[in-house]
T-cell receptor, first 110, second 116 residues
Framework: GQNIDQPTEMTATEGAIVQINCTYQ??????LFWYQQHAGEAPTFLSY????GLEEKGRFSSFLSRSKGYSYLLLKELQMKDSASYLC???????????FGRGTSLIVHP | DAGVIQSPRHEVTEMGQEVTLRCKPI?????LFWYRQTMMRGLELLIY????????DSGMPEDRFSAKMPNASFSTLKIQPSEPRDSAVYFC??????????????FGSGTRLTVV
């Protein structure tokens, strides 16, 4: 089975940097997705990591350590519109089907 | 591209009634997924199809749930009879099988189901 652990909620200030951590245990491992979901909307794809290290994509970066079963999403220069839920989703070996955690609700305040 | 299209957006029904949710995947995407999202359990995979064939339905809660994909452009998720605990947001997602995972999965806007 899969175990995915993320903080339930985080708050941060506009313009700041926030790191959302995710630890996971899966039956084998192929890669890990991060999705963003605004309230009442569908999840949207942010990033995909398969190799160890940091992948940077504009203000968002995602890090993976396969040996530690650990990933984080780093958001820089926070904006109010970044207030959303962030879902960590590893997918196990032999499958490309992501298993989603319950997500971290990020609240950005002025 | 219109994206993944789901209907209806909202559904309110009485316990015991049959509910049918619909999904049209992105043209050219040959993998389709049905997810259910609740506050308690998060986003759970119910079933997925490759090339219209159901591959894994182990996430389907019980026999009251069934899903079909009669062709590449349409899928349904049916609940019969519905119960209050089925209340959730149901998402459909699709992807182009074989394409790099860097492209992710595209989700529809979801159907918010309320069973009273």
């Amino acid at each position: 089975g899969q175990n995915i652990d993320q903080p339930t909620e985080m708050t941060a200030t506009e313009g700041a940097i926030v790191q959302i951590n995710c630890t996971y245990q899966t039956s084998g491992f192929n890669g890990l997705f991060w999705y963003q979901q605004h309230a009442g909307e569908a999840p949207t794809f942010l990033s995909y990591n398969v190799l160890d290290g940091l992948e940077e994509k504009g203000r968002f970066s995602s890090f993976l350590s396969r040996s530690k079963g650990y990933s984080y999403l780093l958001l820089k220069e926070l904006q109010m519109k970044d207030s959303a839920s962030y879902l960590c989703a590893p997918h196990p070996g032999g499958s490309y089907i992501p298993t989603f955690g319950r997500g971290t609700s990020l609240i950005v305040h002025p | 591209d219109a994206g993944v299209i789901q209907s209806p957006r909202h559904e309110v029904t009485e316990m015991g009634q049959e509910v049918t949710l619909r999904c049209k995947p992105i043209s050219g995407h040959n993998s389709l997924f049905w997810y259910r999202q609740t506050m308690m359990r998060g986003l759970e995979l119910l079933i997925y199809f490759n090339n219209n064939v159901p591959i894994d339905d182990s996430g389907m809660p019980e026999d009251r749930f069934s899903a079909k994909m009669p062709n590449a452009s349409f899928s349904t998720l049916k609940i019969q009879p519905s119960e209050p605990r089925d209340s959730a947001v149901y998402f459909c997602a699709s992807r182009e099988r074989g394409r790099s995972a860097n492209y992710g999965y595209t989700f529809g806007s979801g159907t918010r189901l309320t069973v009273v």
